[in-house]
């Protein structure tokens, strides 16, 4: 189901359930598969991303992922929206 044609109780659900612990185990752990025929790029980046690992404090992370769930995004996009936008605005 597109984006657009979603009502807001659908949209709701799907942020609910992209940005929940148990969806993103999932991806991490591989359950989802790993399958590259699946994956679609996104067209969010322009440029080729790398993966990295950083420590964020629990309640810095529960606050962020309930700003992204309110945003309709995965709380890992919207941190990287959040980093964009910040060095796009200092430069």
């Known amino acids: 189901m ?3 044609s979603m009502k807001k109780k659908d949209l ?3 942020a609910h359930d992209a940005t929940s612990d148990e969806e993103q185990s999932k991806w991490e752990n591989k359950s989802l598969g790993t399958d590259t025929k699946h994956i679609k790029k996104s067209s969010f ?5 790398k993966l990295i690992s ?3 404090p629990d309640e810095v ?7 992204a769930e309110g945003e309709g995004l995965r ?3 919207y941190i990287v929206s959040l980093l964009a936008k910040h060095v796009r ?3």
């Open 12 to 14: 709701e659900k799907f």
């Open 2 to 4: 597109e984006r657009k």
């Open 75 to 77: 709380y890992q996009t």
């Open 61 to 67: 992370l529960e606050e962020i992922k309930d700003m």
């Open 45 to 49: 980046f322009k440029a080729p991303s």
């Open 89 to 91: 605005k200092k430069k």
């Open 54 to 56: 950083i420590r964020i």
